[in-house]
């Protein structure tokens, strides 16, 4: 139930600086006679319509400041739950403090982070699952992360955990027979959620399907903390391979320093780059050579630990360049802890018989790498195909396809493991010869995994860590 003593918050809600037009929001049993003290509609009116913009003028006191829009929105028929104001004004850093400054006054308090939003998940407007999916929303790095995060907020992952949560209660419904009828349970015998008989096959089905959506959902993992988080590419390569032309054609801007001069780039130098719907931070990285040059030793030694903590690596060879640029890059690859790609460039510059003779050197010596994919970063030939087998190799169709139920944070797929290794003991109990109590642990087990997962279970210090992540304005 709401908290009728719960105090107004007042925020704002777009970008701190000069703007066009800045929104001011509250939220509380207090709003409207702060609107009403602080805004004054154009034509009198009796009372502030519900959900409609009115055209006014901001005051101090008797003294106008600006004029804009203002919009009331009653409880419970609000995002919050609560009574909420939203006023439009124009975007001047004096104009916004003077709202903020005149709200308070008249009782309200600056919204800590993410308060609205935790306002809404208290009053049951949202579950915990959309509550951070509009963190996701506003943070997304591309359109694909954008629509994961949007698919989240209207509840599409909800929808299909509770499908899993009625299953698990169908299932405990037949477990708890056995418990409170032991002298009339047989294997198979007890009633489910909708009191028709269970056979143990139809049990056996429900914990495999179980497992099956559960399972689905952990795949789904990799793909989804890439679209949220974005995933690292290393481009590695010997100096003067192109590494600096080809992240600057990627970005389609001069990012880094390019020249015809060996060891050019001597610090890592990292861009947000959309790769097919995936965000990927790019680290262009100093040339790999054997030096005595102390710096570049030293920006060699830190191309190796981008590497090494990356998604992927991308090594840029020097078609030109020959077997001894091969050969190398095979026994460098080979030492990378990641997945490897391998670049080949100046293909503007190469015959086609010298690139086959790659493509072969390449299989032959790296089997179990990607296939070679050929390029001009000076020109710009393959970059379109770079960048389709990059999102290929770091995520599955799933991910790609923006899919209703993606995992994106590491507490969604904390949560659901947990709930698979419970459905999975359960499974082996009833199997078996465990007893049904149990067997009616390890579903309770389950079901408290996705209560939490969901925000049905959930204590104060949980919803502080999440909302903490949060903008001070949602």
Same mark, same amino acid.
């Given at each position: 139930?709401?908290d009728?003593e719960?105090e107004?918050i007042?925020?704002?809600?777009?970008?701190?600086?000069r703007?066009?037009?800045?929104v001011?929001r509250? !939220?509380?049993?207090k709003?409207l006679?702060i609107?009403e003290g602080?805004?004054?509609p154009?034509?009198?009116?009796?009372?502030f319509p519900?959900?409609?913009p009115?055209l006014?003028r901001?005051?101090?006191g008797s003294?106008?400041f600006?004029?804009?829009?203002?919009?009331?929105?009653?409880a419970p028929?609000?995002?919050?739950?609560e009574d909420?104001v939203?006023?439009?004004?124009?975007?001047g850093p004096a104009?916004?403090?003077?709202?903020?400054?005149?709200?308070c006054?008249?009782?309200?308090?600056?919204?800590?982070? /993410?308060?609205?939003?935790?306002?809404?998940?208290?009053?049951?407007?949202?579950d915990?699952?959309?509550?951070e999916?509009?963190?996701?929303?506003?943070s997304?790095?591309?359109?694909?992360?954008a629509?994961?995060?949007?698919?989240?907020?209207?509840?599409r992952?909800?929808?299909?955990?509770?499908?899993?949560?009625?299953?698990?209660?169908e299932?405990?419904?037949?477990?708890?027979a056995?418990?409170d009828?032991?002298?009339?349970?047989?294997?198979?015998?007890?009633?489910?959620?909708?009191?028709?008989p269970?056979? !143990?096959a139809e049990?056996?089905?429900?914990?495999?399907?179980?497992?099956?959506a559960l399972g689905?959902?952990?795949?789904?993992?990799r793909?989804?903390r890439?679209l949220r988080?974005?995933?690292?590419a290393a481009i590695? /390569?010997?100096?003067?391979?192109?590494k600096?032309t080809?992240?600057?054609?990627?970005?389609g801007?001069?990012r880094a320093?390019?020249?015809e001069?060996?060891?050019?780039?001597?610090?890592?130098v990292?861009?947000?780059?959309d790769?097919?719907?995936a965000?990927?931070?790019?680290?262009?990285t100093?040339g790999?050579r054997?030096?005595?040059d102390p710096v570049?030793l030293?920006g060699?030694?830190?191309?190796?630990?981008?590497?090494?903590?990356a998604?992927? !690596?991308l090594?840029?060879?020097d078609?030109?360049?020959?077997?001894?640029e091969?050969a190398?890059?095979v026994?460098?690859?080979?030492?990378?802890?990641?997945q490897?790609?391998?670049?080949?460039n100046k293909?503007?510059?190469?015959t086609?018989?010298?690139q086959k003779?790659?493509?072969?050197?390449?299989?032959?010596?790296a089997?179990?790498?990607c296939e070679?994919?050929?390029?001009?970063?000076l020109t710009g030939?393959g970059l379109p195909?770079?960048r389709?087998?990059v999102?290929?190799v770091?995520?599955?169709?799933?991910?790609?396809?923006?899919a209703?139920?993606v995992?994106t944070?590491e507490?969604?797929?904390g949560?659901?493991?947990?709930c698979?290794?419970?459905?999975?003991?359960?499974?082996?109990?009833?199997? /078996?010869?465990?007893?049904?109590?149990l067997?009616a642990?390890?579903?309770?087990?389950?079901q408290?995994?996705l209560?939490?997962?969901?925000g049905?279970?959930?204590?104060e210090?949980?919803?502080d860590?999440?909302f903490s992540?949060?903008c001070?304005?949602k």
């Amino acid at each position: 139930m709401r908290d009728l003593e719960r105090e107004t918050i007042v925020a704002l809600s777009t970008p701190p600086g000069r703007g066009a037009i800045a929104v001011v929001r509250l !939220s509380g049993a207090k709003s409207l006679p702060i609107l009403e003290g602080i805004f004054k509609p154009r034509k009198e009116r009796s009372a502030f319509p519900r959900g409609r913009p009115v055209l006014g003028r901001f005051v101090d006191g008797s003294q106008a400041f600006d004029e804009g829009l203002a919009l009331y929105h009653q409880a419970p028929d609000s995002v919050t739950g609560e009574d909420v104001v939203e006023m439009h004004c124009h975007g001047g850093p004096a104009i916004v403090g003077t709202i903020l400054r005149i709200a308070c006054e008249m009782g309200a308090r600056p919204a800590a982070e /993410g308060e609205f939003t935790r306002r809404a998940f208290l009053e049951g407007k949202i579950d915990l699952l959309q509550a951070e999916a509009v963190a996701d929303l506003v943070s997304a790095q591309t359109e694909k992360a954008a629509k994961a995060a949007l698919h989240h907020l209207e509840g599409r992952l909800s929808r299909a955990l509770e499908e899993v949560w009625e299953k698990i209660v169908e299932a405990g419904a037949h477990i708890e027979a056995a418990i409170d009828f032991p002298d009339e349970f047989e294997p198979g015998a007890g009633p489910s959620v909708s009191g028709a008989p269970m056979g !143990s096959a139809e049990l056996a089905s429900l914990f495999a399907e179980t497992e099956t959506a559960l399972g689905r959902l952990i795949e789904s993992y990799r793909s989804g903390r890439i679209l949220r988080e974005g995933a690292r590419a290393a481009i590695l /390569g010997r100096p003067n391979a192109g590494k600096s032309t080809l992240l600057n054609a990627l970005l389609g801007a001069d990012r880094a320093i390019t020249s015809e001069i060996p060891g050019t780039t001597r610090d890592t130098v990292e861009e947000i780059c959309d790769f097919g719907g995936a965000p990927v931070r790019l680290i262009d990285t100093a040339g790999l050579r054997d030096t005595g040059d102390p710096v570049e030793l030293e920006g060699t030694e830190r191309a190796r630990k981008a590497a090494g903590e990356a998604d992927i !690596s991308l090594m840029v060879l020097d078609v030109t360049a020959g077997d001894p640029e091969l050969a190398w890059a095979v026994r460098e690859a080979s030492a990378l802890n990641c997945q490897n790609m391998f670049v080949i460039n100046k293909i503007d510059k190469s015959t086609l018989e010298m690139q086959k003779h790659a493509r072969a050197a390449l299989k032959e010596s790296a089997p179990q790498a990607c296939e070679p994919l050929f390029i001009s970063a000076l020109t710009g030939e393959g970059l379109p195909e770079l960048r389709e087998e990059v999102a290929r190799v770091l995520m599955d169709e799933d991910g790609l396809s923006g899919a209703d139920s993606v995992l994106t944070r590491e507490r969604h797929h904390g949560q659901i493991a947990k709930c698979l290794e419970a459905v999975k003991s359960a499974r082996a109990g009833a199997e /078996g010869e465990l007893s049904p109590e149990l067997v009616a642990v390890h579903l309770n087990e389950a079901q408290t995994a996705l209560a939490e997962l969901l925000g049905r279970d959930y204590g104060e210090a949980l919803l502080d860590r999440i909302f903490s992540t949060f903008c001070i304005g949602k």
